[in-house]
């Protein structure tokens, strides 16, 4: 029993760990499909976040500045994106794209220039990644340090989550945007900013979307990687259209993702199964979600389409 117990420890405390970089984005990639505008480029605007992440924490040892700076260039990008399909009507599946490829290839290209032509950064110290917020209270190896033991920022992912919820649905601001992503043309008769509007959602999803690669370098692997996100940024879309595209459906969709990761870390530890079969679980678990459950999620109906002011 106490075996059985201490495994569950690990599981939950595994899950915590991989849970907030995928939730990060979810909320990121909620934000911008609800305004109507599809954002793949997820995923490259994460591993940029890494890489801005890792970087100012070890210039500065200042985590949660690197952290906000991790954000922010997500931001950045994340506006790239809204004047490509926004202002420009640009196909929003092609820019996404095209962000998948530019935002790694700019943090590859200035890693190299910032870290003697190596594509990784130096490993973070302990001191330079963000803090726990329940270290030292409990003993180490305990059911509860596993459990309750971990990152400010994991708190932080769920606390993000009340908030998005709450400007959705509580708030003129998430009123609009819903309809936004709805009727974009009825809103322009009522007086609404369309473009304004789909503006702030696109910007808020690239910055949670590099919150979630920061998160990454400064709490779960400590140093930059090109393939430090692997797939993570698909994997919270993914959850975004099995949570039907709203806050609390995504963060249900990324606990279980995030357990698939834990899983593949307890299995991972005894060399029973081969490593490359672990691999694939959270892979295999988004294929057959998004099988079983996209055909039941409603698409903004909006989603993907460019708009254009009437003259």
């Known amino acids: 029993m106490e075996e059985l117990i201490k495994n569950l420890g690990l599981i939950i405390n595994a899950t915590l760990i991989a849970t907030p970089p995928l939730l990060y984005a979810a909320l990121g990639s909620t934000f911008s499909e609800r305004s109507g505008v599809i954002n793949i480029g997820i995923e490259g605007i994460m591993t940029i976040g890494a890489f801005v992440g890792a970087a100012v924490a070890h210039f500065t040892g200042n985590a949660w500045l690197a952290f906000l700076c991790g954000g922010l260039v997500g931001a950045l990008?994340?506006?790239?994106?809204?004047?490509?399909?926004?202002s420009f009507g640009a196909d929003q599946t092609i820019s996404g794209t095209a962000i998948?490829?530019?935002?790694?290839?700019?943090?590859?290209?200035?890693c190299k220039a910032l870290f003697e032509q190596s594509s990784n950064t130096p490993p973070l110290d302990t001191a330079q990644k963000l803090p726990k917020l329940f270290n030292g209270i409990f003993e180490v190896g305990s059911f509860w340090n596993n459990v309750l033991n971990t990152y400010v920022a994991t708190y932080l992912a769920f606390v993000a989550v009340a908030v998005v919820w709450f400007i959705f649905y509580k708030t003129r601001f998430g009123m609009r945007l819903r309809a936004v992503g709805e009727h974009p043309k009825a809103c322009e008769t009522q007086g609404i900013n369309v473009f304004r509007i789909r503006y702030i959602a696109v910007i808020a999803s690239g910055f949670f979307a590099g919150l979630g690669g920061a998160y990454v370098t400064l709490c779960t692997v400590s140093q930059f990687r090109p393939e430090v996100i692997v797939g993570q940024g698909f994997i919270a879309i993914a959850a975004v259209i099995f949570g039907k595209?709203?806050?609390?459906?995504?963060?249900?969709?990324?606990?279980?993702?995030g357990?698939?990761?834990?899983?593949k870390v307890l299995l991972g530890s005894g060399n029973v199964i081969s490593p490359n079969l672990i691999s694939m679980i959270p892979y295999v678990v988004t294929i057959i979600t998004l099988v079983l459950f996209v055909g039941k999620s409603r698409v903004p109906a909006a989603s993907g389409k460019p708009y254009l002011k009437q003259k």
Do not use: D, R, W
């Not at 998948?100 to 200035?110: D, S, T, W």
């Open 77 to 86: 990008f994340g506006l790239i994106h809204a004047i490509a399909c926004v």
């Open 245 to 257: 595209f709203t806050p609390h459906g995504a963060m249900g969709a990324c606990l279980l993702f």
């Open 259 to 263: 357990l698939c990761n834990g899983l």
């Open 100 to 110: 998948n490829f530019l935002a790694p290839g700019v943090a590859i290209f200035v």
